[in-house]
């Protein structure tokens, strides 16, 4: 019989992971649970752990891959943190993409118990990439609950190898330290961007914040879908994100009967090189100029707020929307905890359990001008799995 511990269980040998998001699960007397890990790239939790974070996120070869990667990631995270640390100050502190994550994590373990009774009990575990819980306490924690059955759950809804394949490659680094003997048999749900769950909580949030215009206006605004660029460097690279983040946006608009005019636009850009463009900031000009007023901005590679959301579209394009006169400039609700959004992650998790291919065929093309060999060895690992 299962069996709930209430409080936290004693550390196990990498400590215990105090982001294990409900409940504790004995692994003596009950069935082990069926994992969700739910990957992200992180976020500071307050200004203490700005550095360390943006120390992390520049040393990740996949993410931005720079001569003496380790000695430049000290520099640049050094450099880097008052500006950043600005940035979280003005959103009360720190990121909240984890307590995002957490609850979002809670209320997937309950619809999943439901849907999928057979692979019940399940529990949530957070792997982020540049911020606790790594990669390393999640598994530990895993092993310490028993698992034996996982499935790595990507909240990029499009794939990126700077994003999403970074995350599996730490994964499968860390497993091959941490359960050499391959205990655990995963699934991956590496790639969801035309889900129909997905499109249509956007949808819904589109629809509700239109409403906000003045009816006579409401049809001319602007949807402005708005999603994390890429350098150039690596969509030349074949990388799919910019399709995927397409494809998303064509499936709501589809959904949307094409009521509004759109476009979709690219947002936070770091550093010298070229991005994919256009550029979010570029466009709120352009629009400006050429007479529009009401323009709905769209977040649509995110599935919660953080500092993308909070501060780059809420404050920093706020303010330019201030100066340039754009006084119907909004921004939908974050997907965060809307019920129909965790309805699409139970869908996608309880598919993939019943599914005897652990990976979408997507995952296992690698980029045509992809070197990084951990991308093919990852890809591999995960799409062998031998699932009954
Ligand atoms: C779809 C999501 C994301 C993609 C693609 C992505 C690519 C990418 N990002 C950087 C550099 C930085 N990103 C930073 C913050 C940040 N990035 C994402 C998502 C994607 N990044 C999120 C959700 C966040 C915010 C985290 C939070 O607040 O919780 C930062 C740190 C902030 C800053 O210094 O501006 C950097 C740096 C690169 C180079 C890149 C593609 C290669
Ligand atoms: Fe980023
Ligand atoms: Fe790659």
Redesign the pocket.
Known sequence: MLRLQHKRVASWAFGANRHSISRQFATTTSKPPTAVVLM?????KDLNEVQP??QN??SDGD??PIPFQQTAAKFLAKR?TP??QE??AAIGGG???LSWTEKQGKMLEERLDKLSPQTAPHKSYIAFRYSSPLTPETLAEMKKDGVERAVAFSL?P?Y?C??TGSSLNELWKNLKVLDPENKIRWSVVDRWPTHSGLVEVFARHIEKALLEYPENERKDAVLLFS?????MS?VNRGDP?PQEVAATVQRVMERLGFSNPYRLIWQ?Q??PRAWLGPQTDQVLEGYAKLGKKNLLMIPI??VSD???TLFEVDVEYGHLAKEKGLTGFKRVESLNDDPVFIDAMADLVSKQLSSKRPVSTQLGLRCPLCTNEKCGQQKEFFAGQVLE
């Not at 992200?40 to 500071?44: I, Q």
């Open positions: 992200n790239l992180g976020g500071p974070f943006l996120l520049f993410l931005i880097r500006k950043i940035q979280y990121s909240p993409i990029y499009q990126s700077s994003t999603a994390h660029s890429l350098p690596v994100y936070s770091v550093g590679a995110f953080h500092i993308e």
